[in-house]
């Protein structure tokens, strides 16, 4: 099993930035991706940004890129995402999971979610 704990969310304006961060613990070494994912209040939970813990490469959903980074530390099984120049559509629980597309479709492990909060 792998455990993910979230952190670093906010009530914050439009156009703040927050770095979410997302700590595993367990059996990490079963773990070749990570990411986030987030739902809106009423729509369906989507993928956000996701990496590969092995060779660093990153992927992200179009509604977020140039302004979403993440970024993982290894020796701290630890994955990061910057979030910038918020907007009230970035408003939803963020959730860390494990692993992530496009390497499976579905997550196995999730975390209990950290809330983002944009005001206009």
């Known amino acids: 099993q792998v455990q993910l704990v979230e952190s670093g969310g906010g009530l914050v304006q439009a156009g703040a930035s927050l770095r979410l961060s997302c700590a595993a613990s367990?059996?990490?070494?079963?773990?070749?991706?990570m990411g986030w994912f987030r739902q809106a209040p009423g729509k369906v939970r989507e993928f956000v940004a996701g990496?590969?813990?092995?060779?660093?490469?990153?992927d992200y959903a179009d509604s977020v890129k140039g302004r979403f980074t993440i970024s993982r530390d290894n020796a701290k099984n630890t994955v990061y995402l910057q979030v910038n120049s918020l907007n009230p559509e970035d408003t939803a629980v963020y959730y860390c999971?494990?692993?992530?597309?496009?390497?499976?479709?579905?997550?196995?492990?999730w975390g209990q979610g950290t809330t983002v909060a944009v005001s206009s």
């Open positions: 999971a494990a692993p992530v597309p496009p390497y499976v479709s579905t997550p196995n492990y």
């Open positions: 367990g059996r990490t070494f079963s773990v070749v991706s």
């Open positions: 990496i590969n813990l092995i060779s660093g490469s990153t």
